[in-house]
């Protein structure tokens, strides 16, 4: 248990459904963020909230939507997503935004039918 | 502006022998730097950090790492791999400056073999 928690760990969806997932973290951090990773390609910064704040949008499509009602959860919205989306996404946070270092979860590998 | 240069994108090594995986960085800033390691179908785990102070740190699961500055590298090392260290590891390096994002390299698979 690294002390951020992401459900669901597996998803399958077809490109017209609907889903969320789910992080969670009780380590008092204030910074949270949303990565991809896909096979062969680098780590992807999607978002970054602060303080609940988002704070970055890395010209990710409207088909992913954060939310963050509070400083310890993050979610991530899914709609009409595409097959190149097939990712493992991970949630990640850190003590406010000093660039020193970072907790991940385990991911959410999401497999878009 | 920083950037991070895995060297090598797979190293095969024998198991108890010696591994070392390069990390070069690029800022105009003084740096944190890290290395992180991914097992199959998990998320990224912290093995060590330089924030500031001795240039040699020491993380977890007997890995080492050397910050040198005028090389601006940051090469992880380890004296004696076990089948169990087969993983991805990536470099990733942040500042102060850039509201604690880090930049991360590609990666570089570490196999190990009995």
């Known amino acids: 248990e690294t002390g951020v928690t992401q459900t669901p760990r597996h998803l399958v969806m077809g490109m017209t459904n609907k889903k969320s997932l789910k992080c969670e973290q009780h380590l008092g951090h204030n910074a949270m963020y949303w990565y991809k990773q896909s096979a062969k390609k680098p780590l992807e910064l999607m978002f970054v909230?602060?303080?609940?704040?988002?704070?970055e949008n890395n010209s990710v499509p409207s088909r992913f939507s954060p939310e963050c009602p509070n400083s310890s959860h993050l979610f991530l919205h899914l709609h009409t997503l595409q097959p190149e989306d097939s990712a493992l996404y991970l949630c990640?946070?850190?003590?406010?935004?000093?660039?020193?270092?970072?907790?991940f979860g385990s991911g959410t590998r999401l497999t878009v039918v | 502006a920083q950037s991070v240069t895995q060297l090598d994108s797979q190293v095969p090594v024998f198991e108890e022998a010696p591994v070392e995986l390069r990390c070069n960085y690029s800022?105009?800033?003084?740096?944190?730097l890290f290395w992180y390691v991914q097992y199959p179908n998990q998320g990224l785990q912290l093995l060590l950090k330089y924030l500031s102070g001795s240039t040699l740190v020491k993380g977890i699961n007997g890995f080492e790492a050397e910050f040198n500055k005028s090389q601006t590298s940051f090469h992880l090392r380890k004296p004696s791999v076990h089948i169990s260290d087969t993983a991805e590891y990536f470099c990733?390096?942040?500042?102060?400056?850039?509201?604690?994002?880090?930049?991360f390299g590609d990666g570089t698979t570490l196999t190990v073999k009995p």
């Open positions: 800022s105009s800033v003084s740096v944190y």
């Open positions: 990733a390096v942040s500042d102060n400056t850039n509201a604690g994002k880090s930049t």
């Open positions: 990640a946070s850190s003590q406010d935004r000093t660039g020193l270092g970072y907790t």
């Open positions: 909230y602060s303080l609940e704040e988002r704070v």
